[in-house]
């Protein structure tokens, strides 16, 4: 069952001055830096235990010799150029294509996703033909189907409070059965910071 599985996992290459960028708003660059730096090991940690196999997706460039681990159960690929939407769509695309039966999709954002809201994301793919995690912020951390749903990447204004609500009306048009996660919160900004254990804040931003 399990090889049937695909977690994606998009994530920027951590440059100093292009991630977590709203947050460096207000924190300065190099503090954003290591923040995003720590919330990839978090992912890392987060996503090994999954009953899944994993594809990490670049923003820029494929990195051999980072933290991620490249084995039989994490391959490594790229972002294709285009909006959110294009490049989601193209990644789930090529996962179908390789056979998997079930896919997931996550950012590398979310502090509180654990492994027990990725599996149960996979299992509630057993009966339902999508599974959609929103995020209080209006968009989704977690998007899953069992056959490529071209729709939900079209005609979104991606990044606004709107994307969630979109989805989930794309699926009851299409008369697809889905199962709503829990809302969790994206770290994106100094506010979000909030939501989080303040000494997890202090040592993400050390």
């Excluded at 049937?4 to 460096?24: D, M, Q, S, W, Y």
């Excluded at 720590?38 to 670049?58: C, D, F, G, Q, S």
């Excluded at 996660?181 to 050390?206: G, M, N, R, W, Y």
Aim: glycine fraction near 6%; proline fraction near 2%.
């Amino acid at each position: 069952m399990t090889d049937k599985r695909l977690l994606i996992i998009f994530v920027k290459n951590p440059e100093l001055g292009k991630c977590k960028t709203r947050l460096a708003a207000t924190v300065g660059d190099e503090k954003a830096l290591r923040f995003y730096e720590k919330m990839l090991e978090r992912t890392l940690e987060v996503v090994t235990p999954a009953k899944a196999n994993k594809a990490i997706y670049y923003s820029s460039f494929i990195d051999k010799n980072d933290l991620w681990p490249e084995n039989e159960r994490f391959n490594k690929g790229i972002q294709i150029n285009g909006d959110l939407g294009s490049k989601m769509s193209a990644a789930f695309s090529e996962a179908f294509q390789q056979g998997y039966t079930s896919v997931c999709i996550i950012g590398s954002d979310c502090y509180k996703l654990d492994t027990s809201i990725i599996d149960k994301a996979f299992e509630a793919l057993q009966n339902k033909d999508a599974v959609i995690g929103p995020s209080t912020d209006g968009g989704y951390y977690l998007l899953g189907m069992n056959h490529l749903i071209t729709e939900v990447f079209e005609n979104k204004e991606w990044s606004t409070d709107s994307v969630c609500l979109e989805t989930e009306k794309d699926f009851r048009k299409l008369h697809l059965s889905f199962s709503k996660l829990q809302a969790l919160t994206d770290i994106d900004t100094e506010e979000d910071l909030k939501t989080i254990p303040e000494e997890v804040v202090t040592s993400f931003l050390k």
